[in-house]
């Protein structure tokens, strides 16, 4: 009964690894302080699109936990937060973070528009058309020890067949910045998918385990696995596949049987018990000392 009783706690404790891994990993809080237009095109409304569209695409992303924007906004008009520098002077980017609950702060901007028009002239054909591109940066900040954790600049394209000269007018323009916007911010957030990929530990793979029948002739042996006692067979192990174990069999009376052997779904293991040899007893033996006659 003993026996069991070790072999249970063990198995117990083989378990606590995977149990507290999962417990302890927390999807990390990130605040975004800031989106800003540093183009010299001035977009209605485009600052705030940006914002917004960069906080949804972090939250679906599943990267980080987002904190609530009425609570950021506050913060931030509490400690006078200047979005052209704040987040340069890491000992402000650590204060912040703590008083938002945030690991991690993300500014982005808006850092050029630009359109350019070309024009196509042979073989009696004339072509127009005007290329407009949006570039965008992110920033992100690790608020705990004050460093960059993330930083990039993407650009998203789309080229039109006419002047925009009347979609300015109509306000279709400003529409294609911000879907060019949008695309350039989504470039950014599988960047920093990748980054988080490449800088995460794997977690334990849960090992494959399967039965093993270990029988013995004559039966109610002891099974010994790398010294530790697991069972009397006829039993069946639930066992780790791949590994490479050494199993002891053993009976009182009878010589051990010891291998090391590969689990794999195809094992199973029959040892056969031959009995010991008891060592000879020297008051049994009859000694004859010759002596020869000179």
């Known amino acids: 009964m003993k026996k069991y009783l070790i072999l249970l706690v063990l198995i117990s404790i083989s378990s606590i690894p995977t149990i507290v891994f999962a417990a302890d990993y927390q999807i990390p809080t990130l605040a975004v302080v800031s989106f800003e237009n540093h183009s010299k095109v001035k977009v209605p409304d485009l600052e705030n699109i940006g914002l917004t569209f960069l906080e949804s695409a972090l939250s679906r992303s599943g990267i980080f936990t987002l904190l609530d924007r009425r609570t950021i906004q506050k913060s931030l008009e509490e400690v006078g937060f200047n979005s052209s520098s704040g987040l340069v002077d890491p000992s402000f980017a650590i204060q912040l973070g703590k008083m938002l609950g945030a690991r991690y702060l993300a500014t982005g901007e808006v850092i050029d528009i630009t359109e350019r028009v070309t ?68 470039k950014s957030i599988d960047g920093i998918r990748q980054k988080v990929i490449a800088i995460t530990p794997e977690a334990p793979k849960t090992p494959k385990m399967i039965l093993v029948s270990i029988n013995s002739e004559p039966i109610g042996a002891d099974v010994e696995i790398n010294g530790i006692f697991y069972g009397n067979t006829p039993c069946k192990l639930s066992l780790e596949e791949g590994k490479v174990l050494e199993i002891t069999i053993s009976l009182s009376g009878y010589e051990p049987w010891t291998k090391k052997v590969l689990i794999s779904p195809v094992l199973k293991i029959n040892a056969k018990l031959n009995k010991s040899i008891p060592s000879g007893d020297s008051s049994n033996l009859n000694i004859n000392i010759g002596v020869t006659s000179p």
């Open 119 to 186: 024009e196509f002239r042979g073989y009696g054909v004339y072509a127009k058309k005007t290329t407009v591109s949006v570039t965008v940066g992110l920033r992100i900040v690790d608020a705990e020890r004050g460093t960059i954790f993330f930083i990039d600049q993407n650009v998203a394209v789309e080229e039109l067949p006419i002047e925009t000269t009347n979609m300015k007018t109509s306000g279709d323009i400003y529409r294609i910045y911000q879907n060019l916007m949008e695309q350039a911010i989504l």
